[in-house]
């Protein structure tokens, strides 16, 4: 992580500090998990807000899946949460956007990757911090790369969701 970088706004996606209808477009990706529980439909509302009228936002999150969840150390340590496809698409519709598309990816090298970072990488990282590690072997990241091109009904490890403002 380059440490000189800083963020050019530093704010709550419960109050973003802009005028309305300010954006073309938004990301909001692997971010809802992270926000206070109960407030997503708040927090999709401000988004909204600052979008321009027929903005598109792109949506990530990790999928509700049984195993998924099993498998994510950040589930147990810090509350990181997971949402089903019918959870983000009621999100995004009761903030008042207009879902285009609903799918998930990813798979079984996408939780490989997770674990990697989370049990060996970020520790790492925290106690020798010149240490240069990457977030999880190539060949790993190779294949998760594979599996995020192929989309599943439901079962995949992340929840995709694009929708307009």
């Not at 401000?46 to 999928?63: C, Y």
């Not at 060949?139 to 969701?161: K, M, N, Q």
């Amino acid at each position: 992580m380059d440490k000189t970088s800083r963020p050019d706004v530093l704010a709550s996606v419960l109050y973003l500090p802009f005028r309305s209808q300010t954006f073309q477009e938004g990301l909001f990706t692997d971010v809802i998990e992270h926000i206070p529980e109960h407030t997503e439909v708040q927090a999709l509302k401000e988004f909204r807000r600052v979008l321009k009228q027929g903005s598109q936002l792109l949506l990530s999150t990790p999928n509700n899946n049984a195993l998924y969840k099993l498998l994510d150390p950040a589930y147990y340590t810090i509350g990181h949460r997971h949402y089903s496809m019918q959870e983000i698409k009621s999100f995004l519709e009761d903030a008042g956007f207009e879902l285009r598309s609903l799918f998930s990816s990813g798979g079984t090298f996408a939780l490989l990757s997770v674990l990697w970072y989370c049990l060996l990488t970020f520790p790492l990282r925290k106690f020798v911090p010149r240490l240069r590690l990457s977030d999880a072997p190539k060949f790993i990241a190779r294949r998760e790369g594979v599996e995020y091109t192929h989309l599943h009904a439901d079962g995949g490890y992340t929840v995709f969701a694009i929708a307009v403002a």
